[in-house]
């Protein structure tokens, strides 16, 4: 059944496939910053093996929010490794030592290209496709990934 939630479907649509591209990042992203925790390496392993773990926790959470908000507005969510590398804009490789600096720098550097994602989003979900409903919840995962940003940025010297 379509949904019924004053958005048109056009635009639903459109939402949905910008979100879908923001899923594909954060599942990215989640898989770069599990390598990071499984595979860390140096005098600091202890303290950043579990940094890395908290990090890897919220962005589960919000891979799982993005899904949800895909399937609120009536569309499926993509779920495939397929998908998820055919739609992301971040790069799957990682840096070559398995050190924290490297490793924080990458994962730095792809929060901030998310965050640049959805800030360049915010304003036409809510103007152009009128949906005030997803552009409030993306401006929270923006906050969230800049806090997360913020905790990488403290750690390199």
Known sequence: MSAN???????????????????????????????????????????VH???????????????????????????????????????????KLGEKNDSQGFIKELLADHEGIIIFIRENINPFANEFKDAGTSDFVTGLMEDHEKMAWMLRAHLT
């Open 5 to 47: 939630i004053g958005i048109s479907d056009k635009n639903r649509k459109a939402v949905a496939a910008q979100l879908s591209r923001l899923l594909a990042d954060e599942f990215i992203l989640y898989t770069k910053t599990r390598t990071a925790h499984w595979n860390i390496e140096g005098k600091d392993f202890h303290s």
């Open 50 to 92: 579990l940094f890395f773990e908290e990090q890897y926790e919220q962005l589960d959470e919000v891979m799982d929010s993005v899904a949800e908000r895909i399937r609120q507005l009536g569309h499926y969510a993509p779920a495939t490794l397929k998908e998820f590398l055919n739609l992301t804009q971040l790069s799957e």
